[in-house]
């Protein structure tokens, strides 16, 4: 504290315990983080680590150099050119995959249910992503505003399900979230949503079959209370 009465941290460990700094040898900043409020953490190694670390760090280097076929300071441009081209290609898959699942979706089309005037379709489609089984029910709502679906599907060891159901449907019985959190218990899971989509998931596809059976029994019995 000085004479305004302001306080400063003078707080710092200056001991290098060396003779001469000399005897440090290279200074490496390895890593930097918060470890609470306005609070940083620098971790730095010298002598023989920081050796290591650099003769480890060259050899990475090199391996990296080889992989790519690149030198040195082409490395980050040849990764981001390689990230760019995943992304591509990526969205090429998807859309084949959407465009099968569409093709898949308008077989199914002619085994929609239409109970209570309303079309239900209930069906199982394996080893697809959950983002293009999500984006198979969009298109069934805009092609049956009214309409309900639930699609199973056993991805890896997993079991998914997903519910939806068009907004003119959608009510305190009939709603997507609670639909799937009850289905999502028979393959030992979870699930959760909102009036209108809903989404869960289990470890136990081997019972997914009779979830969806259940799906239809239930899907039947609510709209013959509600209609």
Do not use: W
Request: neutral net charge; contains cysteine; charged residues 20%.
């Amino acid at each position: 504290t000085d004479n305004d009465s302001k306080t400063y941290s003078l707080e710092l460990c200056g001991g290098t315990h060396v003779n001469t700094t000399g005897e440090l040898g290279i200074f490496l900043i390895i890593n930097e983080s918060s470890i609470s409020s306005n609070t940083r953490r620098i971790e730095a190694i010298t002598g023989k680590s920081s050796l290591d670390h650099t003769l480890n760090t060259l050899s990475i280097t090199d391996t990296i150099k080889k992989e790519l076929n690149t030198d040195t300071n082409s490395i980050t441009r040849k990764i981001k050119e390689l990230r760019s081209n995943n992304i591509q290609l990526q969205s090429q898959v998807d859309s084949v995959q959407l465009e099968l699942m569409q093709n898949k979706l308008n077989t199914e089309i002619e085994n929609i249910e239409i109970i209570e005037n309303t079309p239900v379709l209930i069906t199982r489609i394996d080893n697809q992503s959950t983002n293009l089984i999500r984006k198979i029910t969009d298109k069934f709502i805009e092609q049956q505003p009214n309409g309900i679906i639930i699609i199973g599907s056993k991805i890896d060891t997993n079991a998914h399900l997903i519910v939806r159901i068009g907004k003119q449907n959608a009510n305190g019985k009939l709603n997507a979230g609670k639909i799937v959190k009850d289905l999502s218990g028979i393959i030992e899971g979870k699930g959760g949503g909102n009036s209108t989509l809903g989404q869960g998931g289990g470890n136990k596809p081997k019972l997914l079959d009779v979830a969806l059976q259940t799906a239809s029994e239930l899907i039947t019995q609510i709209l013959s209370e509600t209609k």
